[in-house]
T-cell receptor, first 114, second 113 residues
Framework: ETGVTQSPTHLIKTRGQQVTLRCSSQ?????VSWYQQALGQGPQFIFQ???????GRGNFPPRFSGLQFPNYSSELNVNALELDDSALYLC?????????????FGSGTRLTVV | QQQVKQSPQSLIVQKGGISIINCAYE??????FPWYQQFPGKGPALLIA?????SEKKEGRFTISFNKSAKQFSLHIMDSQPGDSATYFC????????????FGTGTKLQVIP
């Protein structure tokens, strides 16, 4: 059973650019959630994808968008990058969208915006 | 609005001692309270979780105590080991159309030999 894998592990982008982060969910998991973790803080919920549709969103602007594919893998896209977007981006998968069974997190993508 | 408050921010415990981390929540709709352990450069890993119909849950050296009336819960790590040195996050989620987990701000635990 494989866990959650994310790519790339590290990324440096310039303010105003666009970035795409990728995530493969754990085998058997059909729901993917994305979190942003600023340095020294707890993860903040960005959004969740279930059956290829966004079915929940936190307090993040529309320039944060995503996709989920038929194999349950997912992408996080961020447009018009700002310096404050520098953070660890975590992907988490779970058994379903509604049940509280706990997440399996990936190791994250460290994004630095300069 | 911070819905899950966690303390202390950092904790130093001697090997063999008891580590205690406390959390308080505001939203009574929360019905699932997990604890996550995070090592540097890694994502959080689910450690132990509890639901509000239980006052205590123990798994090995880790115990969650839950006080529903006070809206507080805590993690106890018995016989703390240097390998337990990590950042610990309490969290909470509520039932609904999607699972959004609200995390505390984290406690950096250092267990010294």
């Amino acid at each position: 059973e494989t866990g959650v894998t994310q790519s790339p592990t590290h990324l440096i982008k310039t303010r105003g650019q666009q970035v795409t982060l990728r995530c493969s969910s754990q085998s058997g998991h059909n729901t993917v959630s994305w979190y942003q973790q600023a340095l020294g803080q707890g993860p903040q919920f960005i959004f969740q994808y279930y059956r290829e549709e966004e079915n929940g969103r936190g307090n993040f602007p529309p320039r944060f968008s995503g996709l989920q594919f038929p194999n349950y893998s997912s992408e996080l896209n961020v447009n018009a990058l700002e310096l404050d977007d520098s953070a660890l981006y975590l992907c988490a998968s779970s058994y379903n969208a509604q049940g509280n069974y706990g997440y399996t997190f990936g190791s994250g993508t460290r994004l630095t915006v300069v | 609005q911070q819905q899950v408050k966690q303390s202390p921010q950092s904790l130093i415990v001697q090997k063999g001692g008891i580590s205690i981390i406390n959390c308080a929540y505001e939203n009574t709709a929360f019905d699932y309270f997990p604890w996550y352990q995070q090592f540097p450069g890694k994502g959080p890993a689910l450690l132990i979780a509890i639901r509000p119909d239980v006052s205590e849950k123990k798994e090995g050296r880790f115990t969650i105590s839950f006080n529903k009336s006070a809206k507080q819960f805590s993690l106890h790590i018995m016989d703390s080991q240097p390998g337990d040195s990590a950042t610990y996050f309490c969290a909470a989620s509520k039932p609904g159309g999607y699972q959004k987990v609200t995390f505390g701000t984290g406690t950096k635990l250092q267990v010294i030999p």
